[in-house]
């Protein structure tokens, strides 16, 4: 909540379906329709921005901070680009404060309704102290939910089913001096292709030895998993100590693996479904 220290003390919710949404939130823009012209003049740099999905969930699932306004008639979302034309020209440039799991939005977000949170427009007016409110609800939703280290062994291992890998649990290398939490291989017989580490704790000096040491001899692609928070402490010590790991290593947060794994699960059921499994 540090970056609401220097908020403006006011607040709106902006209204979208979860496509639209996906497209702003990779751009950090939210747009607006000419005809609420009048709200877009009364927002400010530094206002507090809860994201609100109205489809096909409807749930607060983040917020963000204001950081400029502009106008453009470059489309930029997909009704946009397929008229040819903008239809949200009035647009926002924010920065995200805290964002839900993308597979997450409907089971962790926070039903607008019993905050009394209107929701009519495409943007709307918010009380400061309720904005507060939800936004430290969704961060204390998404803490309460923090994923055990076995758990998220269990998804990968399902991902790498999917994969159609030969996928084994505590892999040993040099006879147990390394143990790798996770691996994936092509064939039964064939040393790892994929090699992962699941490090919650932000320790990483060990789990990064281990995966330099299974890339240095079976030259597999290495995978950390950590906490969201942990990533860019992760980062630090690829561009360090572990310098030579850092072109090869992948760094995927939890919300990531979940994320992929519910992706990977909706397509794996299309094509069960089709016949073409």
């Not at 453009?72 to 799991?101: A, T």
Request: hydrophobic letters at 40%.
């Amino acid at each position: 909540m540090d970056a609401l220290a220097k908020s403006s003390g006011q607040a709106w919710i902006a209204v979208g379906d979860q496509a639209n949404w996906e497209r702003g939130i990779e751009n950090g823009v939210w747009g607006i329709v000419p005809q609420l012209e009048i709200q877009w003049n009364k927002i400010e740099q530094n206002d507090l921005l809860l994201f609100y999905c109205k489809s096909p969930i409807k749930r607060v699932f983040g917020a963000g901070i204001v950081r400029a306004k502009f106008r453009q008639q470059k489309p930029l979302w997909k009704e946009e680009i397929d008229s040819g034309r903008s239809i949200w020209p009035f647009r926002i440039e924010f920065d995200i404060l805290h964002l839900l799991p993308f597979g997450a939005w409907d089971k962790l977000g926070i039903d607008a309704r019993e905050h009394r949170l209107a929701i009519m427009a495409g943007i709307n007016a918010v009380e400061f102290s309720k904005a507060e409110e939800v936004l430290r609800l969704l961060i204390g939703t998404t803490e309460e939910k923090t994923v055990p280290r076995e758990e998220v062994r269990s998804v990968l291992y399902e991902i790498g089913k999917m994969q159609r890998m030969i996928v084994e649990k505590d892999y040993p290398i040099d006879i147990g001096k390394f143990t790798l939490d996770l691996v994936w291989k092509r064939l039964i017989r064939s040393v790892p292709t994929f090699s992962f580490c699941i490090d919650l704790s932000g320790t990483f000096q060990v789990s990064l030895q281990t995966l330099k040491h299974a890339h240095d001899l079976w030259n597999s692609r290495p995978f950390l998993v950590t906490a969201e928070e942990k990533v860019q402490k992760a980062k630090d010590l690829t561009t360090g100590l572990y310098h030579e790991l850092g072109p090869q290593l992948k760094i995927l947060s939890v919300p990531q693996v979940q994320d992929l794994y519910n992706r990977k699960r909706n397509y794996f059921d299309l094509e069960e479904k089709y016949g073409l499994r």
